[in-house]
């Protein structure tokens, strides 16, 4: 069946550092891929998308790109911010519902 | 435009007892999915609702079950709780089956 794999965290990170969060998904024919995050206390929001093989989606100064080749959509920013501490989860879409990885929290430090 | 909205958002029961969860979608949205996110977890697909009827179930029991009304809106009712069905419960809707998806704030259900 459908699955996503995301590194275990937490990721701790000092502010402007460099992101990077990796997923790695299995499914059958070609689902979209998406990551969203849950500040504390929250529901998810959707950080961004993208639905076909090379497709990068971006949003916040996230982005990723849809990898077919070694089915991968991990996770960057150039320079993240106390504010983007979180946790992260990415998902793929198959048959109508959404498989999520377990999520990676991310600390962000002064 | 309101969002998608929950009710109640936090929530406390004992094991064996029954409790029903309320899900209204964003305004133009027609379709509404449940997920259950464990302490630490991913959130795990319950089922989805599309024109009152369930169209899909992940992998729970019957203790789950699930409403939709014509105006849209959705209930979770899950009945002989355990201890194990402690978590936040997300409701999504959709524009349509197959479209992204909007999440509410949760319910956070604990069991004692």
């Known amino acids: 069946g459908n699955s996503v794999t995301q590194m275990e965290g937490p990721v701790t990170l000092s502010e402007e550092a460099f992101l990077t969060i990796n997923c790695t998904y299995t499914?059958?024919?070609?689902?979209?891929l998406f990551w969203y995050v849950q500040y504390p206390g929250e529901g998810l929001q959707l950080l961004l998308k993208?639905?076909?093989?090379?497709d990068k989606g971006s949003n916040k100064g996230f982005e990723a790109t849809y990898r077919k080749e070694t089915t991968s959509f991990h996770l960057e920013k150039g320079s993240v911010q106390v504010s983007d501490s979180a946790v992260y989860f990415c998902?793929?879409?198959?048959?109508?519902?959404?498989?999520f990885g377990t999520g990676t929290r991310l600390l962000v430090s002064p | 435009d309101a969002g998608v909205t929950q009710s109640p958002t936090h929530l406390i029961k004992t094991r064996g007892q029954q409790v029903t969860l309320r899900c209204s979608p964003k305004?133009?949205?027609?379709?509404v999915s449940w997920y259950q996110q464990a302490l630490g977890q991913g959130p795990q697909f319950i089922f989805q609702?599309?024109?009152?009827?369930?169209?899909q179930r992940g992998n729970f029991p019957d203790r789950f079950s699930g409403h939709q009304f014509p105006n849209y809106s959705s209930e979770l009712n899950v009945n002989a709780l355990l201890l194990g069905d402690s978590a936040l419960y997300l409701c999504?809707?959709?524009?349509?089956?197959?479209?992204?998806?909007?999440f509410g704030p949760g319910t956070r259900l604990t069991v004692l």
């Open positions: 993208a639905t076909k093989a090379d």
């Open positions: 499914a059958t024919g070609y689902p979209s």
């Open positions: 305004s133009g949205h027609d379709t």
């Open positions: 998902a793929l879409t198959g048959f109508q519902k959404l498989v």
């Open positions: 999504a809707s959709l524009p349509g089956p197959n479209n992204e998806q909007f």
């Open positions: 609702y599309y024109e009152e009827e369930e169209r």
